[in-house]
């Protein structure tokens, strides 16, 4: 291999994974100037250092990553950002995750060995290829306890992997369906001129289905059985130098699913945990924090999270925080930030 192509790859430097790796914000500060964003005001507000994005090895939390693109479709104005940078973010621009496919056999191996890769690029992450009978569904989701706004991430991702498709199908392939798990933005008719299928949304996953016929036998053009093994080979000890989630962050990834059965119980999210109750008790004070507190810190979060949501009654945000009652959540939500969620969302409109 060649030091160009080592480059290109992104096989140095090579840092522990404790988020997402930079490649997947390859280009993202000139593509954001494109869309007529300030630069310096979207990587301030989520906390990111330009520098960070040179090193593709180098980790960016996933709760800034997410972050910066959703502030960068407000602040630029353009709603579909994420499906405009993911429309023209080809797979080498990815660096390891992308050579990954482009290096792989078949396109079938392609889309297998992207997907048992990508933890090692990104954590607290559900991907999976599922098959489906006639066709396989490919399946992304962020599974980030604090991670509430993603729409960006996920019309971006998908876009990575129809153009790792449309890489050896050709610039015209469509796939089956698509779809996404959050509700239809205002432009939703771009979407399905950019994947050229039916795309549906507020589905339970964001999800490309794929007809095997399409894929099965066809050759990548880049093929290259050792480039593949010293890829994967790097992308695996990345991983194993830290590519884990926190406590914490999985602890709030637990409550969040579990509010919507009523109040979280301690015992029952430490056995989720693998932990015992004391145990998770005495992980949390380590941080500075009760379980009580991570509840309330949880609950604070999804209450911002609903109420951004527009079309959602407020009606009905009571049952999903895990209150038996409209007033409680009103309460707490007074307790919280001194207004009524009313009020709240009136002053944010």
Same mark, same amino acid.
């Given at each position: 291999m060649t030091p160009s192509l080592f480059s290109a790859a992104g096989l140095a430097p090579t840092a522990s994974n404790i988020g997402v790796l930079s490649a997947a914000a390859s280009g993202l500060d000139g593509f954001i100037r494109a869309q007529g964003g300030d630069l310096d005001r979207v990587f301030g507000r989520a906390g990111i250092d330009p520098e960070q994005l040179r090193h593709p090895t180098l980790s960016l939390a996933l709760t800034n990553y997410c972050q910066v693109l959703e502030e960068a479709a407000r602040q630029s104005?353009?709603?579909?950002?994420?499906?405009?940078?993911?429309?023209?973010?080809?797979?080498?621009?990815?660096?390891?995750?992308?050579?990954?496919?482009?290096?792989?056999?078949?396109?079938?191996?392609?889309? =297998?060995?992207?997907?048992?890769?990508?933890?090692?690029?990104?954590?607290?992450?559900? /991907? =999976?290829?599922?098959?489906?009978?006639?066709?396989?569904?490919?399946?992304?989701?962020?599974?980030?306890?604090? /991670?509430?706004?993603?729409?960006q991430d996920a019309e971006l991702t998908m876009g990575m992997a129809l153009n790792l498709l449309r890489h050896a199908l050709g610039a015209d392939?469509?796939?089956?369906?698509?779809?996404?798990?959050?509700? =239809?933005?205002?432009?939703?008719?771009?979407?399905?001129?950019?994947?050229?299928?039916?795309?549906?949304?507020?589905?339970g996953c964001n999800s490309l289905l794929v007809p095997k016929a399409d894929i099965r036998g066809r050759l990548m053009p880049e093929r290259d059985a050792n480039l593949l093994f010293l890829v994967q080979d790097v992308i695996r000890r990345l991983g194993e130098q830290g590519n884990r989630p926190d406590l914490l962050e999985d602890a709030g990834t637990q409550i969040r699913l579990a509010l919507g059965e009523g109040e979280p119980v301690l015992e029952l999210i430490a056995e989720r945990l693998e932990l015992t109750a004391a145990g998770l008790q005495r992980r949390l004070r380590e941080a500075g924090l009760s379980f009580s507190q991570l509840v309330e810190n949880t609950r604070r979060d999804l209450a911002l999270h609903y109420l951004r949501q527009r079309q959602r009654p407020i009606s009905e945000l009571a049952p999903l925080l895990g209150y038996s009652e409209t007033s409680a959540f009103s309460r707490a939500f007074r307790r919280w930030f001194g207004v009524s969620p009313r009020q709240w969302r009136s002053h944010e409109g």
């Open positions: 104005g353009c709603d579909n950002f994420g499906l405009r940078y993911g429309q023209q973010f080809q797979p080498r621009a990815l660096g390891l995750l992308g050579y990954v496919g482009l290096c792989s056999e078949t396109l079938e191996d392609a889309l =297998r060995n992207f997907a048992a890769a990508f933890p090692y690029h990104q954590h607290s992450t559900l /991907i =999976r290829l599922v098959d489906c009978g006639e066709c396989y569904r490919f399946d992304y989701q962020v599974q980030h306890g604090a /991670i509430l706004d993603r729409r392939w469509t796939p089956r369906a698509v779809g996404f798990e959050h509700a =239809r933005p205002d432009g939703w008719q771009e979407h399905g001129k950019v994947f050229g299928a039916p795309v549906h949304f507020q589905r």
